[in-house]
């Protein structure tokens, strides 16, 4: 994978809280000094990039780190927007099937069946951020729908 990413990166908030995230996390000190675009290069995944990883595998423990950190950016893009917090909780096989379930309260704001994780990745930037803004939109209406149960 090269450090370079062709689009510019989207400044909106649940990039801001994924990169944010990533920083927060590198105890060592490891990604100080580097980009936002080299920090979110992982989670992009060109179509050749993709064809070399084979169909069969067992995830690595890197892939498994962005899957998480992209469900926890969720978790903390909606607990800013709604002052609640939202919690993740990741369930997966040695062989890279699982559930993320990101919990508000008592209401289940987001339930995703995870398959393949290590092919896991975005197609660009642009990508992790409009499917991360997808579904913190979606966990938010339901959270508006149902404000008492997740205050619960």
């Known amino acids: ?38 920090l979110l290069r992982p989670f992009v995944l060109t179509k050749e990039e993709r064809r070399l990883i084979p169909i069969i595998g067992d995830p690595d423990p890197d892939t498994i780190t962005r899957v ?24 997966m096989s040695h062989e890279g099937f699982g559930r993320m379930v990101l919990l ?6 987001l339930s995703k069946h995870i398959r393949d994780v290590h092919r896991f990745g975005f197609p660009s930037v642009e990508a992790v951020s409009q499917d991360g803004a997808k579904l913190v939109d979606e966990a938010l209406a339901l959270i508006e729908k149902h404000r008492d149960v997740a205050e619960l």
Do not use: N
């Open 1 to 38: 994978m090269s450090d370079t990413i062709e689009a510019p990166v989207v400044d909106q908030q649940f990039l801001k809280t994924l990169v944010s995230l990533i920083r927060a996390e590198d105890t060592y000190g490891a990604w100080e000094g580097k980009s936002d675009d080299v």
């Open 68 to 91: 998480e950190q992209f469900y926890k950016a969720i978790g903390l893009t909606i607990e800013k927007r709604t002052r609640l917090m939202a919690t993740p909780i990741m369930k």
């Open 104 to 109: 508000t309260g008592r209401l289940v704001v």
